[in-house]
């Protein structure tokens, strides 16, 4: 816009096109005689950038015989926990306290001795892995009369969806951040957050694969140095994925199951109360075979009821119309209403009875 003068508007400036424009380097005389701070004004010294941490040994998907030659390790990874999830794990004790009452007693995949002996102290700083399961822990606790507002999607909640998928870009490798993503997937499934349930389930199934524990479920499965009590949590593990992924797909038994049915001699999980004692014997085991006893644990019953769902899942997929297949689905209903009559002998009403009934 141009200037007006005394109500006249003033001309553009006129430039010529005729004269040369002459640029001059600066002298050494200028630039020596500048102040030391001026010249730090103008070239910062950059800060030494932190080395970056060992990335995780991409042949352990790539050619794991090579990294079990080459006896590689996987480094440890820092993770970064937000503020959020610092702020909604204060009181730890509490949310454990609260998580082994509420839902311990229903899904016993954590032991709670070997949770409690590596429970960080109070005046140390925040365990990263900890803090992630101990949020988690929290969360599968949350009733919606806990909250005035109600909204299972919450802060909290996005906060730890995060925090998982950047352990898995950074590497973090830990039996802590399957039971967390196991206790998220019981988490968006009891509130029906679809189609996230569904995923965070195969989440779960690939991460289990990765850490190898889907081998726990055979006699010969024994990791030198892991204690029996570590074995059988590792068990309980693989047990819950396998649950979960027959639970979430009751609905449509036609989709494929994203895990393979348990063979006939694949052991049970232990009695429940001897798991929290932490006394674990080989002579406690159960098979998936072995009849349906009344002194099996609850949690046993819940594997038995999930590897039965299975086979019939397999069953109605099947297309054969033969003699053969009418006998299997005979068998299967037989087995079916034996684990019923077990469970109501007892008076049990439990996962595993609603598991039956569906």
């Not at 630039?31 to 030391?36: D, N």
């Not at 794991?64 to 204060?90: E, H, K, M, Y």
């Not at 199934?205 to 006699?219: D, F, P």
């Not at 684990?339 to 049990?348: F, T």
Request: aromatic fraction near 10%; hydrophobic fraction near 40%; glycine fraction near 4%.
């Amino acid at each position: 816009m141009s200037m007006q003068t005394n109500g006249t508007p003033a001309p553009y400036p006129q430039y010529s096109t005729q004269q040369q424009c002459e640029y001059r380097p600066p002298t050494s005389a200028s630039v020596h005689s500048a102040s030391p701070a001026a010249l730090q004004n103008v070239a910062p010294k950059k800060s030494p950038i932190p080395p970056a941490p060992p990335a995780f040994p991409a042949d352990y998907f790539l050619d794991n015989f090579a990294f079990q030659c080459r006896q590689g390790q996987i480094p440890l990874q820092i993770v970064t926990i937000s503020n959020t999830l610092l702020d909604f794990t204060q009181e730890p004790r509490l949310i454990a306290r609260l998580y082994f009452e509420r839902v311990h007693s229903f899904f016993p995949f954590i032991s709670n001795k070997n949770f409690y002996e590596h429970f960080p102290p109070a005046y140390a700083p925040p365990n990263p892995i900890s803090t992630i399961l101990i949020a988690c822990m929290k969360l599968v606790s949350w009733s919606p009369k806990d909250d005035p507002i109600r909204d299972p999607k919450s802060p909290s909640y996005y906060a730890i969806k995060r925090t998982l998928v950047e352990t898995d870009i950074a590497g973090v490798w830990s039996l802590q951040l399957l039971q967390a993503t196991i206790l998220l997937s019981l988490y968006e499934m009891g509130h029906a957050i679809y189609p996230a349930a569904y995923i965070t389930v195969g989440a779960c199934i690939r991460y289990a694969l990765a850490l190898g524990i889907n081998e726990s479920l055979t006699m010969n499965f024994n990791s030198p140095g892991v204690m029996p009590l570590e074995q059988e949590e590792k068990r309980r593990a693989w047990w819950a994925v396998l649950i979960l992924d027959r639970f979430v797909n009751i609905g449509y038994p036609k989709r494929p199951l994203m895990t393979q049915d348990p063979a006939s001699d694949a052991i049970l999980p232990t009695d429940d109360t001897i798991f929290d004692q932490g006394a674990i014997t080989l002579d406690q085991l159960y098979t998936v075979s072995s009849p349906t006893e009344p002194g099996l644990s609850p949690f046993a019953k819940l594997a038995q009821a999930a590897y039965l769902l299975g086979c019939v899942f397999r069953h109605i997929c099947d297309l054969r119309v033969d003699a053969l297949h009418q006998d299997e689905g005979m068998q299967l209903s037989g087995q079916v209403q034996r684990l019923l009559e077990v469970l109501s002998n007892e008076n049990e009403i439990s996962a595993a009875t609603a598991m039956c009934s569906r």
